[in-house]
């Protein structure tokens, strides 16, 4: 079985950055692909990034340029940089795994099997 953990949400004021993690479990981002995913209140969760357990990421367009999604096989972890946060990008966001498949991995909600209980980011204006 899959555990992802995630960390590193917060407040922050518009313009700023910040670096998400998920902790997962042993040789689990070294395989599969992975996933982060955010969810604003009201609103559906939403795809923004994905890597290949070759680290070939894969950005939503409305993200692109400001997300930066990362692995590290050492520590079995993820990560997301996020910068020039802008109130639009608060919201719980969450890391998942794709234990189907380590390469050409997509941002469709249904092709994930694991999930992290979440991390919230709010950015102030």
């Known amino acids: 079985r899959v555990q992802l953990v995630e960390s590193g949400g917060g407040s922050v004021q518009t313009g700023g950055s910040l670096r998400l993690s998920c902790a997962a479990s042993e040789y689990t981002v070294s395989t599969y692909c992975m996933g982060w995913f955010r969810q604003a209140p009201g609103k559906e969760r939403e795809g923004v990034a994905a890597?290949?357990?070759?680290?070939?990421?894969r950005y939503a367009a409305s993200v692109k340029g400001r997300f930066t999604i990362s692995l590290d096989n050492a520590k079995n972890t993820l990560y997301l940089q996020i910068d020039t946060l802008n109130p639009e990008d608060t919201a719980m966001y969450y890391c998942a795994a794709d234990v189907d498949r380590g390469h050409y991995c997509y941002l469709l909600q249904s092709d994930y099997d694991y999930w992290g209980q979440g991390t919230q980011v709010t950015v102030s204006s």
């Open positions: 890597i290949s357990s070759a680290g070939i990421p």
